[in-house]
């Protein structure tokens, strides 16, 4: 049989809210927060042993406080993040206890994660670096450049990457450290030579980035 592996969570919800123009993960979704929506199944997973939530400097009192009045079985921490998204996981990364061996790191966005998935894809990291919730892609693919096709991508090998994205460790964190530009910690740790696997995710899962996906959200959600 093999070794258990104790697994942490980082939640990244240190984002600015450019794009959305405010912080969503803080926004009211029916009686919650959006953030304390996506903190449920990581709660409820029995693979996680220990959370911590990645939140803005300016915030992090008030979501300590928050975090503090939770009762749960495991430890649940805010820490600040950075300018990055790289920078605030790998904050988290640091913050988590030292005998955590998997990191499953995962979007405050993407409220409608589920404990199953969560947990198929620490399955995942047994024999491999790494392994990410991803969904084979439906469409034919374009590459485009000043409004011209430059190719057309086999989307039989095409998965779009969501998150949890879990990886042993070690390498993630060597990853992070790299200071690359990228925008998912799969790439960074491929980037590395690490090998990644993937475990096919829902589309239910998807990340909240417009005022309509916030409606369909709010369409969702059971509060
Ligand atoms: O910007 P993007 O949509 O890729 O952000 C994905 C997640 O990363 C969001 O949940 C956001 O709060 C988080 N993030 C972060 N620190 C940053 C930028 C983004 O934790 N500096």
Redesign the pocket.
Known sequence: MKRFLKTGAVI?????GE?FGEKK?FKQLKKRPLLFHTLNPFLECTDIFEIVV?VPEENLELVSRELASYTSAKPVRAVA?????Q???LNGCLALSDDVEIIAVH???RPFVTSKLISATIAGCRNTDGCIAALPCKDTVKKVMNNQIQSTLNRNTIWLAQTPQTFHRDILIRALKQNMDA?DEASMVETLGGKVAVTEGFSGNF?I?TSEDWKLAEELIIA
């Open positions: 990244a919800a240190a984002g600015s794009r993960q990645v993040g950075g300018a990055r998204r920078d605030s996981v979007d405050a966005a925008t990340k980035t």
